[in-house]
T-cell receptor
Framework: EPEVTQTPSHQVTQMGQEVILRCVPI?????FYWYRQILGQKVEFLVS????????KSEIFDDQFSVERPDGSNFTLKIRSTKLEDSAMYFC??????????????FGEGSWLTVV | DQQVKQNSPSLSVQEGRISILNCDYT??????FLWYKKYPAEGPTFLIS?????DKNEDGRFTVFLNKSAKHLSLHIVPSQPGDSAVYFC?????????????FGKGTKLSVKP
């Protein structure tokens, strides 16, 4: 079964450093997403991306965050200057262009970011 | 601001019995609801969904019930199996919102004992 893959699985970074989390969405998918889950909290939507631009973003997705699809396969989340509160599991997800809402969103296994 | 609430952080059920996971929401503009299952070290996996125009959707052992007047939905798993042990997330999307902008609850950890 096709899957969304994420790297790294775990990253520890110093506060103030830049972090790039990488994702390879399912190959025929056209919508891409990032979510995060702070330990013990709910999964939160960050951003959706379609046709090489952000289609929707949440309040969490402020100027320190950016997303990019640098080539035909990767989808990245960059955090410019990490803060302690950015420590979380970051999930990449992708979906087909068409389909019932919600049920075609496939999640990766997550990248656990620890900011120290 | 918890628009989607799962008030039970955990639930323990005997194998073969029914598991009932509950979810409440506050925003009447939600028009689509989903349940995701999550195993440790894995991402959420879609389980079942329901549109706000329906009150029940069934898929094998899984049934989701929606009570719009009470702003409540529940997931029934019958019969429960040990492999169902996971964290279950209720999620909702807003009418007119993008399909990816899901608002999740905090999850309920289900343990099915053999």
């Amino acid at each position: 079964e096709p899957e969304v893959t994420q790297t790294p699985s775990h990253q520890v970074t110093q506060m103030g450093q830049e972090v790039i989390l990488r994702c390879v969405p399912i190959s025929n998918h056209l919508y891409f997403y990032w979510y995060r889950q702070i330990l013990g909290q709910k999964v939160e939507f960050l951003v959706s991306f379609y046709n090489n631009e952000i289609s929707e973003k949440s309040e969490i997705f402020d100027d320190q965050f950016s997303v990019e699809r640098p080539d035909g396969s990767n989808f990245t989340l960059k955090i410019r200057s990490t803060k302690l509160e950015d420590s979380a599991m970051y999930f990449c997800a992708s979906s087909e262009e068409t389909g019932l809402r919600g049920n075609t969103i496939y999640f990766g296994e997550g990248s656990w970011l620890t900011v120290v | 601001d918890q628009q989607v609430k799962q008030n039970s952080p955990s639930l323990s059920v005997q194998e073969g019995r029914i598991s009932i996971l509950n979810c409440d929401y506050t925003n009447s503009m939600f028009d689509y609801f989903l349940w995701y299952k999550k195993y440790p070290a894995e991402g959420p996996t879609f389980l079942i969904s329901i549109s706000s125009i329906k009150d029940k959707n069934e898929d094998g052992r899984f049934t989701v019930f929606l009570n719009k007047s009470a702003k409540h939905l529940s997931l029934h798993i019958v019969p429960s199996q040990p492999g169902d042990s996971a964290v279950y997330f209720c999620a909702a999307s807003l009418y007119g919102g993008s399909q990816g902008n899901l608002i999740f609850g905090k999850g309920t950890k289900l343990s099915v004992k053999p």
